[in-house]
């Protein structure tokens, strides 16, 4: 009985510590990071799609891969069971997430292999979550740039005499195979000269980027970004921009998946006109299947993420007066 105690005791030592160790290979990212991902392919790199004449061309611009189902899944499916063109571009890979990066590896160790694989599952998470609202792989484009750095460009390091250094992936360039732009390197110039380039490629006549006043960083650099891009533009090119918000305090509430309720504009100071987009039944169930396929985020943030499926979805756009101060 003493044996068996015993050999049942080293067996669970065993297992307990079998995680660590198999992510203490060096350069090795650990291979639990892509659980229940194993046959998913990691997204190819592609080029700006050519702008579909007679349609909404619809320009995405997402921080992070699953802020763009978060405040947008029902307008999406909405926009592509209505034919038109939408092209969903991801500026970071939501590759410096601690919570989901410490639960698939059961490991507490900052290892940047490990970052750096959780940046490809987010990548296949997107995917998955872009076809589930019927937006082809084709039409998600990843950028590269560091996730928890955006505004760090902005501000500190915009030329690229002086990159940014992420302290999660230890790189300061878009070291992914799928990278837009393989050439570049963490620069706040860099990263306004690839939206800059998507932006005249593709054509849009509408753009979604996140709103200034969204409390986190990276969503107000996002801001600040496709600002500077679109400030090229002319007049007869300029899209209509719509603004989003995904982080701010006590929003939604409550903190709990009411897909039947109402989505009511956040309380933000400024001029702002918001605008409610109410959806059918059938289009609420897609964003919720959208906002699963990002399980990574689900089994560590999933009250968060689940607040957002509701009825409609809400927008903001500046008003006349203020806009021009904006651009």
Do not use: C
Not at 67 to 94: C, H, K, P, Y
Not at 235 to 245: D, G, I, K, Q, S
């Amino acid at each position: 009985m003493h044996r068996r105690i015993r050999r049942l005791g080293w067996k669970t030592a065993l297992l307990a510590i079998a995680p660590l160790t198999l992510g203490l290979i060096p350069g090795v990212p650990h291979p639990f990071i892509h659980a229940f991902l194993w046959w998913v392919p990691v997204p190819e790199r592609v080029d700006v799609p050519e702008p579909r004449e007679g349609v909404d061309r619809v320009l995405i611009i997402a921080p992070h891969p699953d802020d763009e189902v978060l405040a947008l899944g029902s307008t999406i499916a909405q926009l592509a069971r209505e034919g038109d063109q939408v092209l969903v571009v991801f500026l970071t890979n939501g590759d410096a997430n601690r919570a989901a990066k410490n639960l698939l590896t059961l490991n507490p160790l900052r290892r940047a292999p490990d970052y750096r694989a959780l940046g490809y599952r987010r990548q296949k998470e997107a995917v998955r979550a872009l076809g589930i609202l019927g937006v082809p792989e084709s039409h998600a484009m990843f950028l590269g740039y560091p996730d928890g750095g955006l505004y760090a460009l902005w501000t500190d390091h915009w030329e690229e005499t002086r990159p940014y250094r992420s302290p999660f992936t230890r790189a300061s360039h878009p070291f992914y195979s799928n990278s837009f732009n393989p050439e570049a390197v963490y620069a706040g110039a860099h990263l306004a000269r690839d939206l800059a380039t998507i932006i005249s490629s593709f054509r849009p006549t509408v753009v979604y980027m996140p709103h200034e006043q969204d409390k986190h960083p990276d969503h107000r650099a996002g801001f600040l970004f496709g600002m500077a891009a679109l400030s090229s533009a002319t007049a007869e090119l300029m899209p209509e921009v719509r603004l989003y918000v995904v982080h701010v305090a006590d929003w939604p509430k409550p903190v709990q998946l009411l897909p039947g309720l109402m989505l009511a504009p956040p309380d933000l100071n400024g001029d702002w006109a918001w605008y409610t987009v109410e959806f059918p039944e059938e289009v609420i169930d897609l964003k919720l299947a959208a906002v699963r396929a990002y399980t990574s985020q689900m089994w560590t943030n999933g009250r968060f993420l689940g607040k957002f499926i509701r009825a409609s979805e809400v927008y903001a756009v500046p008003a006349e007066s203020s806009w021009e101060a904006l651009r």
